[in-house]
């Protein structure tokens, strides 16, 4: 499995982002993956943001789940983050990759190259 984001690169303050993550090589909807976004601001550790399962349902770090939405779009195989607000603060690496979530095995797997979010007026 493969991960591409794009994203708009440079956003104003208080604007909302908009970052795709286009996966080749399987299927959103494979059962048991789960697909997130992660982010990296520079010099800090990477933090993750949330996730939207082969079911649909969605998942949220309860540090930004007042400001983000994930979505996906299965006739594309992609799936999308929407963060509203942005500050500086949110200036980061955006990463999205998969994660196999089981019963029994729990293992991260494909993760994209990631995408570069300034956030500047």
């Known amino acids: 499995v493969q991960l591409q984001e794009s994203g708009p690169g440079l956003v104003k303050p208080s604007q909302t982002v908009s970052l795709t993550c286009t996966v080749s090589?399987?299927?959103?909807?494979?059962?048991?993956?789960?697909w997130n976004w992660i982010r990296q601001p520079p010099g800090k550790g990477l933090e993750w943001m949330g996730a939207?399962?082969?079911?649909?349902?969605?998942y949220y770090s309860p540090s930004l789940k007042s400001r983000t939405s994930i979505s996906r779009d299965t006739s594309k195989n992609q799936f999308t983050l929407q963060l509203s607000s942005v500050t500086p603060e949110d200036t980061a690496v955006y990463y999205c990759?998969?994660?196999?979530?089981?019963?029994?095995?729990?293992?991260?797997?494909?993760w994209g190259q990631g995408t570069q979010v300034t956030v500047s007026s």
């Open positions: 939207i399962a082969y079911s649909g349902t969605t």
């Open positions: 090589g399987g299927s959103i909807t494979t059962n048991a993956y789960v």
């Open positions: 990759a998969v994660r196999v979530d089981t019963s029994t095995v729990v293992a991260w797997g494909s």
